[in-house]
């Protein structure tokens, strides 16, 4: 057996050059495009303006006009186009799949928009017959067509193969933007071999809201081939024009908020597939104009680009960011998880701004990115992202969530002040609750993200949180778009705590969600030296006791005259994706205070042990009905880690393990939930390093266990090396930690570790150590009003 022994010390070397070496090889873009994680597959660069990937067809009794909100559902069978833009892992009907181009083997007879005909031109797809790698997509699909994409940050290419024996037409679905359009446009221009246009869509979770159906973006493409082409014609809603070079309109959003049926436009081009079998299209986009578009397409894939270099280039970019995060040690399956959500964690926010530095801004006028400003970005998921992705985002590249957070304040400024929840491109949708624009900016400038104006960000999440508007007063969109950046907060200023029916969504859960924010608002005030309103919101942060009920132990709903409404802990009235005994916990600034409610450390541990495991003594991590926890979804993230203040970071250690055992796979279905634009992979990362960033707004971290035995981070000036001695997915528990050659028994690392960098080594077991770290002196930091 010695030789055995041997080959896997090889093997394990190998891998580890490989990971340090060309870590993208790690990466499975098929992780997520199913079991509602609404990850896509196709090729994307870091951050990229550009995601070029399939839209399916939808599945049996969906009301989706594609397979999932990602345009991809790993148990779909069909293709119905390639789109230019995506977004990560959304919920709603999603948000993207712009200008599906789909390569067509048959003569086009029936126009794509008609009733009935939505998927009369998809195309088989076989899996078996199907790649995907950081930065490229290629399909074989069952019309004959070999398709493969590329991409760079604002463009796209794409290399059709079509077969000699049949007709060879590229469809361009112009309208057919996954949640729809109110405006489209076509032109083909075969002496230039060009094909341009536009959509105009927004509508994110529109159907939700029928007064917030509405357009936000217009994106703008254009088209070049390397061969000729002719003409074949377009369309407009049912009518098919042969030879036409021109068409409009977009699909509506119909009276449920979706894709009008029989309505939409677009159009086709044929090719000499006897002459021309091998096609290459280069598309850039733009959402500022048709110019902007062609000048990145000139700038990133000019006159010559091959198919080759683009994923080569592309697979740089992505090694780039992926060996900022360089592991050894693990399973081959534990590493493609691991660096798979790194890569998942990695693609948004999104690049809006052109090569020449114009964007769109929310107030739909062109602007120009600022001197220190590298690029405006877009897509902040805000009610996700704050808790750990942004975080993990300026930790590897401070410019990039500098200029994000720059980006934020720019879209702010150009909406009246407003920082919306969730912005999608160049418009606010208002989705989700809360106000998680100031913790997320606290924690980027916290994580080393400086190179923006945190001074006059300060001051305008300052007034947001300080002097009602009329959208905040207002019931527009309401309960889940709501217009107003705090809705209710007048009664928030009043009451001090958000009462059941004020405007928002979950007045339970938008009180726990503003207290975070004012936490936030007071980490800002800190970091710019506002002394008086740091006490003041932090004082304000302690305002979710007003609905911590000492009768039923449990944070929940309130009447506006003080009454306590009937409440059971498995429901989710008043609260938003979780039940009242998911947001019990939701008080990640200050854990002593919530164990102090609780009656201390012993009943907050009984507690968490029953939220963590069912009767039977097995974990119940997600799925194991409301009253259990769900980690597979952002209110239920932070729970585990409040073991650690509770005396008991073993049980940390083991309720994370355990979640990342059940929930993380190397398979399509490896994310149990949306994925939520890299938050719930982010999640993941942090996890598996073993420290998380719990405080909002702030860069002080709780400890867990790391997954691997050897970690290091390429942090910006601090690089941090993990040594973990006997780590393995069943060795979750601490023995002892030093850092810096310290011993230490404290499960936190406090702000200057992200400043400073260090060298942790610890030393793990299967077996717990229930005395490390249990001591109350050795217990992270609350920062509530005490």
């Known amino acids: 057996m010695k030789w055995l022994a041997a080959a896997v010390v090889l093997l394990a070397a190998a891998s580890a050059d490989a990971q340090a070496g060309d870590p993208a090889a790690f990466v499975n873009p098929f992780i997520g495009t199913t079991n509602g994680g609404n990850d896509f597959p196709g090729a994307v660069v870091p951050f990229g303006m550009v995601a070029f990937s399939p839209e399916e067809v939808p599945l049996p009794g969906s009301r989706l006009v594609v397979a999932a909100p990602g345009g991809y559902e790993w148990r779909s069978n069909g293709i119905r186009g390639f789109g230019v833009a995506h977004v990560l892992g959304t919920g709603c009907a999603g948000a993207g799949g712009d200008i599906p181009v789909m390569p067509v083997t048959s003569d086009i007879k029936t126009s794509p928009s008609a009733a ?21 997509y290629s399909v074989e699909l069952g019309n ?12 796209g290419l794409a290399r059709f193969s079509f077969p000699k024996d049949k007709p060879a037409n590229l469809m361009f679905r112009t309208s057919d933007t996954e949640i729809g359009s109110t405006g489209a446009t076509i032109r083909i221009d075969a002496a230039h071999r060009t094909v341009s246009g536009s959509v105009t869509s927004g509508n994110f979770c529109g159907y939700l809201s029928p007064d917030r159906r509405h357009s936000y973006y217009t994106l ?57 079998p091998t096609v290459t299209m280069r598309i850039g986009i733009s959402y500022v104009d048709e110019a902007g578009a062609r000048a990145n397409l000139q700038e990133e894939s000019p006159d010559g680009t091959v198919i080759e270099a683009t994923r080569a280039a592309a697979r740089t970019a992505w090694n780039d960011q992926l060996s900022r995060i360089a592991i050894s040690g693990g399973t081959p399956d534990e590493r493609t998880i ?16 052109d090569v020449d530095g114009r964007y769109t801004g929310m107030d739909g006028k062109v602007h120009r990115i600022g001197p220190n400003q590298a690029a405006q970005y877009a897509n902040f998921s805000g009610w996700d992202v704050y808790r750990s ?11 990039v969530g500098s200029d994000f957070a720059q980006s934020l304040l720019n879209q702010a400024d150009q909406d009246g002040g407003r920082w919306d929840r969730w912005t999608h491109l160049t418009g606010p949708t208002g989705v989700m609750n809360g106000d998680p624009s100031a913790p997320a900016v606290a924690a980027i400038y916290a994580f080393g993200g400086r190179g923006f104006d945190v001074r006059r960000a300060y001051r305008s999440l300052l007034a947001a949180a300080t002097v009602p508007t009329m959208a905040d007063l207002s019931r527009i969109g309401c309960a889940v778009l709501c217009v107003g950046e705090r809705p209710g907060l ?7 705590y958000m009462p059941v029916g004020a405007p928002g969504w979950g007045s339970a859960a938008d009180t726990l969600e503003l207290a975070a924010a004012d936490f936030g608002v007071a980490q800002l005030a800190r970091y710019t030296g506002d002394k008086a309103n740091e006490g003041r919101f932090l004082e304000r942060s302690g305002w979710w006791r ?19 409404p009937a409440f059971h802990p498995a429901s989710d009235d008043e609260f938003v994706e979780g039940s009242g005994a998911v947001y019990r916990w939701m008080v990640p600034f200050d854990p002593a205070g919530l164990i102090k409610a609780l009656g201390g450390r012993a009943q907050t541990i009984a507690a968490l042990d029953g939220f963590f495991r069912d009767a039977d003594g097995k974990w119940a991590v997600t799925k194991a009905g409301p009253l259990h926890a769900e980690l597979d979804n952002e209110p239920s993230v932070g729970s585990p880690w409040l073991y650690d203040f509770a005396g008991a970071p073993w049980k940390t250690q083991g309720a994370v393990r355990a979640a990342m055992r059940q929930i993380w796979t190397n398979s399509p279905s490896g994310i149990s939930g949306n994925d939520d634009l890299g938050e719930m992979s982010s999640w993941y990362v942090w996890s598996a390093i073993g420290l998380y960033p719990l405080y909002p707004g702030r860069a002080d ?86």
């Not at 031109?121 to 490229?136: F, R, W």
């Open 490 to 496: 007048d009664q928030w200023l009043k009451l001090h």
């Open 389 to 399: 992705q942004v975080q993990l985002v300026t930790l590897l590249d401070s410019k």
């Open 338 to 353: 691991f660096t798979t959500a790194l890569y998942h964690s990695l693609i948004e926010p999104n690049v809006t701004s």
């Open 144 to 155: 004959g067509v070999k398709a493969e994409l590329a991409a760079t940050l604002r463009t």
């Open 701 to 786: 971290l709780v400890i867990g266990s790391p997954l691997v035995p050897d970690i290091r981070i390429d942090a910006p000036g601090a690089p941090i090396h993990i040594i973990a001695a006997g780590a393995a997915v069943d060795a979750p528990y601490v023995h002892s930690l030093t850092i810096n050659g310290r011993q230490t028994t404290r499960p936190w690392l406090g702000e200057d570790f992200i400043r400073k960098g260090a060298e942790l080594r610890f030393s793990l077991s299967p077996t717990p150590d229930q005395q490390w770290g249990s001591a109350p002196a050795d217990a992270p930091p609350s920062y509530g009003p005490h």
């Open 220 to 276: 703008h493409f254009v088209a070049l081939f390397d061969r000729d082409f002719t003409v074949g014609g377009t369309w407009t809603d049912s009518a098919l024009t042969p030879r036409s070079t021109f068409a409009t309109g977009g699909t509506g959003y119909g009276e449920d908020g979706f894709p009008a049926p029989g309505k939409g436009s677009g159009g086709w081009i044929s090719f000499d597939p006897a002459k021309t």
């Open 116 to 136: 009935g005909a939505a998927n009369l031109y998809a195309a088989y797809l076989d899996h078996k017959k199907e790649t995907a790698s950081p930065g490229a």
């Open 546 to 564: 007003n609905l911590f009920n000492p009768q039923s132990g449990y944070i929940q709903p309130r009447n506006a005259d003080g009454s306590w």
